[in-house]
């Protein structure tokens, strides 16, 4: 919700009086984890002089920062946007990484002796490793600290990045990707840890917007580049040019990214010295103050809490099943492109690289549009509740969404069986992902509000629910559409899509309940 929204404060009653009780110490955040929704309005006239509220003075900020210079809500607009900007950066890098390999198939099949189906195998291991690493990440993250391990992490995709390019036999190549998938995925599953650590909950779903954005656009990008790369270079060439992308992000993260966990949970005189920039990079200031973090336990513990909870696990399988087309388009479509009419459409790799101009332009207007129709959605709400936030108010964006991905998939699979103009095709495709970004930033943001403080945790299953989803249907896409035609296996995929969609009327329904019997996540501290 943008802190320019204009609501009317004469037309808020007074909310119920335990939800608003404020004093020094509230802790607004947890009360909105517990079910008592988030106060995110109020009356100044009516009193709240406690509360820390944003420039309009009516903003309620959440969580309420401390007046330690070293709280990461207190840094700069600056310092904010360029760690969310290198995180959003690190963000292209496991699916631009993945998606590469798409158009070069064929090539590689050629150089090894081997059909493009059993070269694609070494792709679906990194789609796999791409939600496990994601989840080792987050819980690495909350006991050796964020930056650390984004820059471990980044540290050895660079190395296996390189690898990939320089990979002499296919089993080396092979190993190269699946290691690769696994460490290039750290800002992707826990980028979310670092945008709850420095923005407050009102700005969280534009800033999730333009992470997700990156995490969006990078499946198109890579096979965007490769397409043109390999017309006069050979496959190797692609895996470099994404080497030097991971390199560069490497460097950026040295110069920009700092650590951003600040314990909420003590006092600003009892946090521990921060060291320099060198010390938090490497993590020995992460070590020395390890005891005021939870244990090593604790930490690969935390993912199985999160994921117990009905809300959590209904959001995993409702993105799951979303989702999974996404990855079995992009990995599969060039198949169905490159062969000679009438079996497709003769598309050569410069035809195919243009092709994915669609979704380029599709998920940027998916982000444009969803920038503001998220805050008109929170706006609205509050407005209507008397200042009080509900995360399922977060979910009005699913049924926007919904028609576009449903609609969209069964144009594909009709023009491709038919042998529409590719304008067909390529309406159908941009349709998909624009729903598919607007839905992206929706369950994402209905998580996250559902429980901060598992902030990192939500967004990793919800990557391992995307990348889970992408690996099992990239197996069958092919052999599905071949027996079936594309007209019924898209229309299938489409039925799957509009069924997942009825969880979100279940949680609009009972997602509030669910939440309250399920308690808080009360992580040890």
């Not at 992000?249 to 700092?258: E, G, P, Q």
């Not at 690969?300 to 117990?308: C, S």
């Not at 969609?501 to 399920?518: E, H, S, T, V």
Request: hydrophobic share 45%.
């Amino acid at each position: 919700m943008s802190n320019k929204a204009e609501i009317e404060l004469r037309e808020f009653a007074s909310p119920e009086p335990e939800i608003l009780k404020a004093g020094p110490n509230i802790d607004l955040e947890e009360k909105g984890e517990r079910g008592e929704g988030y106060l995110l309005q109020v009356d100044t006239s009516t009193g709240y002089a406690d509360l820390k509220l944003a420039s309009d003075g009516h903003t309620v900020l959440i969580p309420q920062p401390s007046d330690d210079p070293n709280d990461p809500l207190n840094w700069s607009w600056t310092k904010k946007h360029l760690i969310l900007m290198v995180i959003s950066a690190a963000a292209i890098l496991p699916d631009f990484g993945s998606a590469t390999g798409a158009p070069l198939l064929t090539v590689q099949g050629e150089y090894w002796g081997m059909s493009p189906d059993t070269v694609n195998h070494s792709q679906d291991g990194n789609v796999m490793m791409l939600g496990v690493g994601g989840l080792f990440a987050v819980a690495f993250s909350a006991y050796f600290g964020r930056l650390p391990v984004l820059f471990s992490f980044i540290l050895f995709a660079t190395a296996t990045a390189y690898w990939c390019a320089g990979a002499v036999t296919f089993e080396s190549f092979m190993a190269a990707r699946i290691l690769n998938g696994f460490f290039s995925t750290v800002a992707q599953g826990g980028g979310l840890m670092f945008i709850k650590d420095m923005f407050f909950f009102h700005e969280h779903a534009r800033k999730i917007g333009i992470w997700a954005a990156s995490v969006i656009l990078s499946p198109y990008l890579g096979p965007f580049f490769a397409s043109f790369i390999i017309t006069t270079q050979t496959w190797r060439i692609p895996f470099y040019v994404y080497s030097a992308m991971t390199t560069l992000v490497l460097i950026l993260i040295c110069l920009f990214a700092d650590e951003t966990f600040y314990n909420r949970h003590i006092s600003s005189s009892e946090q521990p010295p921060r060291g320099n920039r060198t010390a938090r990079l490497l993590g020995i200031a992460q070590w020395r103050s390890r005891s005021h973090r939870v244990s090593f336990l604790g930490a690969m513990m935390r993912p199985v809490r999160v994921i117990i909870k009905p809300v959590v696990l209904i959001s995993f399988f409702y993105y799951l099943l979303t989702f999974a087309w996404v990855v079995g388009i992009n990995t599969t479509l060039a198949v169905f492109l490159t062969p000679p009419k009438p079996a497709g459409y003769g598309f050569g790799p410069v035809q195919i690289g243009l092709f994915y101009i669609t979704p380029l332009i599709a998920a940027s207007i998916g982000e444009i549009f969803g920038h503001n129709f998220n805050d008109w959605v929170a706006n609205r709400y509050i407005k209507r509740n008397k200042g009080i936030f509900e995360p399922e108010a977060r979910l009005v964006t699913n049924w926007v969404a919904t028609p576009f991905m449903v609609v969209g998939l069964v144009l594909l699979g009709f023009g491709l069986e038919k042998q529409w103009h590719w304008v067909g095709l390529a309406f159908g495709w941009g349709l998909y992902v624009f729903g598919i970004m607007l839905a992206t930033v929706a369950i994402t943001a209905y998580a996250l509000d559902c429980y901060p403080d598992g902030s990192g945790e939500v967004a990793a299953w919800l990557n391992m629910g995307r990348t889970t989803g992408g690996f099992v249907i990239s197996y069958f896409q092919i052999k599905w559409a071949a027996e079936q035609g594309t007209d019924r296996s898209f229309g299938t995929q489409a039925g799957i899509l509009f069924a997942a969609f009825l969880l979100i009327p279940l949680l609009q329904w009972k997602g509030k309940y669910l939440r309250i019997k399920a308690g808080p996540l009360q992580f040890p501290h």
